[in-house]
């Protein structure tokens, strides 16, 4: 059965900083990877996804992750934080035939000033 | 283009009654998918729809629980004889097809009183 785990559950940097939100996956074959965010009350919006191809995804709002098979990782990136990022965010895999999503307990962003 | 819409936003109920929940999906979806998202069991999946028919319903947390789509498009996940454990946000997701990347709605917050 496929699983994600995001190891911290909440993330404080300040405004500028450099973020790294780890997240590490269980599946038996090529995975699809995606990292969704979610502000309060609101609904999940995507913000990139691995299917196959360059292990470097890059996605909207400066956000990129990058696919390691070796280390079952989906990490994701932004080089500068601004203060609008402060969210939740899902790592997230899905099956080969794209039925399901499972998704990991999230982590959630705090941006100070 | 519109996104995907689910109503009502907010259902506040009595145990024990019915309650159906919406979505509509993007124009041109294919597959739909449901799942539940709450404070203890984070994002579940309940189940998908390819076109009308929903393959495999073994997500859906009990029999009180079912779901329909017709004419391809709207769908309607109903709880029967709710229970405080049924309160969650019941989020909706479309895709042009499975294994394409799920788009999702707002979500509904149930409250079971």
């Known amino acids: 059965a496929q699983s994600v785990t995001q190891p911290d559950i909440h993330i404080t940097v300040s405004e500028g900083a450099s973020l790294e939100l780890r997240c590490n996956y269980s599946y038996g074959a090529t995975p699809y990877l995606f990292w969704y965010v979610q502000s309060p009350g609101q609904g999940l919006q995507l913000l990139l996804k691995y299917f196959s191809g360059d292990t470097l995804v890059q996605g909207i709002k400066g956000f990129e992750a990058e696919f390691k098979r070796s280390q079952s990782s989906f990490n994701l990136r932004k080089p500068s934080v601004h203060w609008s990022d402060a969210a939740e965010y899902f790592c997230?895999?899905?099956?080969?035939?794209?039925?399901?999503?499972?998704f990991g307990g999230g982590t959630r962003l705090m941006v100070k000033p | 283009g519109a996104g995907v819409s689910q109503s009502p936003s907010n259902k506040v109920t009595e145990k024990g009654k019915d309650v159906e929940l919406r979505c509509d999906p993007i124009s041109g979806h294919t597959a739909l998918y449901w799942y539940r998202q709450s404070l203890g069991q984070g994002l579940e999946f309940l189940i998908y729809f390819q076109g009308n028919s929903a393959p495999d319903k073994s997500g859906l947390p009990s029999d009180r629980f079912s779901a329909e789509r017709t004419g391809g498009s709207v769908s309607t996940l109903t709880i029967q004889r709710t229970q405080q454990e049924d309160s969650a946000v019941y989020l909706c997701?479309?895709?042009?097809?499975?294994?394409?990347?799920?788009?999702f709605g707002p979500g509904t917050r149930l409250t079971v009183l």
């Open positions: 997701a479309s895709s042009p097809r499975t294994g394409d990347t799920q788009y």
């Open positions: 997230a895999v899905g099956d080969q035939a794209g039925n399901m999503l499972t």
